[in-house]
Nanobody, 113 residues
Framework: QVQLVESGGGLVQAGGSLRLSCSAS??????LGWYRQAPGKQRELVAS???????ADSVKGRFTISRDNAENTVTVYLQMSSLKPEDTAVYYC?????????WGQGTQVTVSS
């Protein structure tokens, strides 16, 4: 079973920055992504990285996804800048390999106005 461990959420003022991290060991994950879910809303894809990167329109130019492939551990980052109150949500990491898809536990990001 692949475990994705997230970190980096918190409280930040509008216009500020945060970086989220998500790591998995011995996972063979090929595609990684970040999703978010705000209260009362559906979970939505924020960004993904595989052979290329993809971003939701609402975060283009403000968020950057990247990954680091160490010997047995893959880490995906989400650098978030120019944060807005509407970015407030629980952010989830998701990874895919040939066996299926896996979710992280979620990390809260709160942007105050």
């Amino acid at each position: 079973q692949v475990q994705l461990v997230e970190s980096g959420g918190g409280l930040v003022q509008a216009g500020g920055s945060l970086r989220l991290s998500c790591s998995a060991s011995r996972s063979r994950l090929t595609i990684l992504g970040w999703y978010r879910q705000a209260p009362g809303k559906q979970r939505e894809l924020v960004a993904s990285i595989g052979g290329s990167t993809n971003y939701a329109d609402s975060v283009k130019g403000r968020f950057t996804i990247s990954r680091d492939n160490a010997e047995n551990t893959v880490t995906v980052y989400l650098q978030m800048s120019s944060l807005k109150p509407e970015d407030t949500a629980v952010y989830y990491c998701k990874g895919w390999n040939s066996d299926g898809a896996y979710w992280g536990q979620g990390t809260q990001v709160t942007v105050s106005s």
